[in-house]
């Protein structure tokens, strides 16, 4: 199964989930992996599972924080493109025939204190017809060190990626609200 791991990253912790995944990707195919601004969408040609990640920041709509005229700063500061994953998605054809599965990275707490980017990139996939086969993830990093993943979050990837690779495999969509 050839897929695609595509991730926009702030201090690293996308990154990171993105190549765990990855590994896993490897067992079963061919894999291309980085960040949104390094694969085209003609880099999807022959891609039968994708899967889509970025951070969260405390309910901030990273698009709409980093790609204003005084973004410049937040831009160097959290290495980000101005082309992010959302815009990516917009531009993403529909994929009726993609099996796919979102994460995001977040501080640790109630998600609806936190917020959670995977649920809208599970959305804007959904709209485009991919099947999604597993409910969004978020990985925690640690407090104050958002480049660190949390003790325990690397194995806890690792379990999601076979997870959702089995999933995939055998095609079973996963429907939420």
Known sequence: MRTAIVYEGTHGSSA??????AAEAAVHGPVIVGEVHEI?????????????????????????VTR????????????LTPDG???????LPPR??????????REPGLRVLTGTAALALYRALRR???HLVTRPASFLVKPGQVSELMDGERDRVSAWAVQVFRRAEHHHPVHIG
Not at 42 to 62: M, Q
Not at 68 to 79: E, I
């Open 96 to 105: 009726p025939s993609f099996c796919a599965a979102t994460f995001d990275t």
């Open 85 to 91: 994953v959302r815009n990516w998605l917009d531009h």
């Open 16 to 21: 990171a989930v993105a190549r765990i995944i």
């Open 128 to 130: 485009r017809g991919c």
């Open 68 to 79: 204003t005229p005084t973004s410049a700063h937040v831009l160097r500061d959290y290495h």
């Open 40 to 64: 085209p969408l003609t880099e999807l040609e022959g891609v039968e599972f994708l899967v889509v990640g970025g951070p969260t920041h405390r309910w901030e709509d990273w698009a709409d």
